[in-house]
């Protein structure tokens, strides 16, 4: 009973988090396009299945993973060993984003609108190495109590330069990609692990070294995401990715009209691949729990249900997907577009960037460890707000540049030098958590819509390539809010100056 209880209040949560998407698309087709959008009941569906999906992914990772996870963490802090603390951070990194539900769907979306050019597997793994490599180098930072900024500064220059060589099919995608790597699976193990390590540590301040971690698992994605588009847009043969593009295609016709035994058999063959998705996570437990710590897992029948949640929790997500979000998102753009009214268009951007991001769950908990740790200097309400603000405005810049067409790699390398000048200049405590705030507000439910809805306005204005002009929105919505805290602190930080020399 108690577990239907904690399940009846994750699928409510779930719900909630779906209501600002429901509310603004509601009031925008009755207020403004005024119409009832074409497979209403088909989309409400899936909204339904994305809420139930969630709730059953989270109810699995309560019960299975992340008990394991952290008593494996706990453990291996008190045998105090650095390299299996590194080696534990790689393989809960890599297996954590393998099995990303938004980073599947951005996958997934790359890999059909380039024909197969970009491997949506090939994509997944590559994020997965970044943040697995990076979980451990946060893990030595907080060990050995060095300051994020140089980490922070050096590695963003070198993201700007990347992105002044990458192709421009590639940039979109590769700053998207770093965006959905912190979700609903490694926003908690990560920041768990972070925040754990500095308190367990004499020395270590849970505002400055426990945080951080997040912002890491956001930036070096980008970077290999990019080399890789380099190899890709260069070096890759023409004709196989026109046989690539055909595969697919053709796929797409054959999958048009489906019989009964088809579905079966594609039911099987996801639910098969979301077992491949979570198969990383069980191996690096079990392996870790058995052949490292040498300790049975207790309640292991709890334990088992909670594995079996997750993959069917992933399965419904995907589904829900197909049939809710990404429909509402394109159908949204295409609506819009025609009304010939741009004004519209951006409004939609910043109220679905501002509601969306008010209920985002990583947020509301990032927010609330960081008053904990700020001890008065920080209000969690306040950094929802400003959060908030800086994704609205975010998705509203990437729209524009979505309408006017202008090139992603101007405004991306704009943002970065501007967020690199204020880490520069921001108070020290506040550079790891603003980091971390611009990597948790891209959740489950945003990504896909907000995916959805680039990709809808490339495909509704003449001239764009989807490719090219259809990512790219997350990437705003990660930016901006690092600019609005940090802006907000040197603000805060300069009020109380003039007031001490009164």
């Not at 990303?100 to 951005?106: D, Q, R, S, T, Y």
């Amino acid at each position: 009973m108690t577990q239907l209880r904690e399940f009846g209040h994750i699928l409510l949560h779930a719900f909630r988090n779906l209501l600002p998407i429901v509310v603004v698309v509601a009031v925008f087709q009755l207020a403004v396009i005024r119409e009832v959008p074409e497979g209403l009941l088909s989309m409400a569906g899936g909204l339904l299945i994305v809420a139930v999906g969630v709730a059953l992914f989270l109810q699995g990772l309560e019960l299975g993973i992340f008990p394991i996870g952290k008593n494996l963490s706990n453990e291996f802090a008190k045998k105090g060993s650095l390299v299996l603390l590194m080696v534990f951070g790689f393989c809960l990194g890599f297996a954590a984003v393998i099995a990303e539900p938004a980073l599947i769907a951005v996958a997934t979306q790359a890999e059909s609108i380039s024909g197969g050019r970009i491997d949506g597997l090939v994509l997944r793994v590559l994020v997965a190495l970044s943040v697995g490599g990076v979980v451990a180098l946060g893990v030595l930072r907080t060990i050995l109590g060095h300051s994020l900024h140089w980490y922070m500064i050096i590695g963003y220059l070198i993201v700007v330069a990347v992105t002044f060589f990458a192709p421009e099919e590639i940039v979109g995608l590769a700053y998207d990609s770093g965006g959905v790597t912190t979700n609903i699976v490694t926003v908690p193990l990560v920041a768990a692990l972070g925040i754990g390590l500095a308190v367990s540590i004499r020395g270590r301040n849970a505002l400055a070294h426990g945080f951080g971690l997040v912002a890491l698992a956001v930036m070096v994605p980008m970077i290999l995401v990019q080399l890789y588009g380099i190899f890709v847009y260069n070096f890759s043969s023409a004709d196989a990715v026109a046989a690539s593009a055909v595969a697919v295609a053709t796929g797409a016709a054959d999958a048009a009209s489906p019989g009964v035994l088809d579905r079966i058999l594609d039911m099987l063959g996801d639910l098969l691949t979301m077992l491949r998705d979570v198969l990383p996570i069980i191996l690096v437990i079990l392996f870790f729990q058995y052949a490292v710590i040498r300790k049975p897992i207790a309640h292991l029948h709890k334990v088992t249900g909670g594995f079996v949640l997750v993959i069917v929790g992933l399965y419904a997500f995907v589904v829900g997907l197909k049939l809710g979000l990404f429909p509402i998102g394109r159908g949204m753009a295409a609506q819009l577009i025609a009304l010939d009214a741009v004004l519209y268009v951006y409004l939609f951007a910043f109220a679905i960037g501002f509601a969306t991001t008010m209920a985002e769950p990583a947020l509301i908990a990032i927010g609330e460890k960081a008053e904990e740790a700020g001890k008065g200097r920080l209000v969690a309400s306040r950094i929802r707000i400003l959060v908030a603000l800086g994704v609205a405005i975010g998705i509203t810049i990437g729209v524009h540049r979505i309408i006017t067409g202008d090139s992603i790699h101007y405004y991306i390398m704009a943002g970065y030098a501007l967020v690199i000048a204020l880490t520069w200049i921001a108070p020290k405590y506040i550079v790891p958590l603003a980091f971390d705030l611009g990597g948790v507000t891209t959740s489950e439910v945003t990504v896909p819509l907000v995916t959805a809805l680039g990709i809808g306005l490339a495909t509704s204005i003449e001239g764009r390539n989807v490719l090219i002009d259809g990512f790219g929105l997350i990437a705003f919505a990660s930016i901006f809010p690092i600019v609005t805290v940090m802006l907000y602190a040197i603000w805060v930080e300069r009020l109380k100056r003039k007031g001490e020399e009164k």
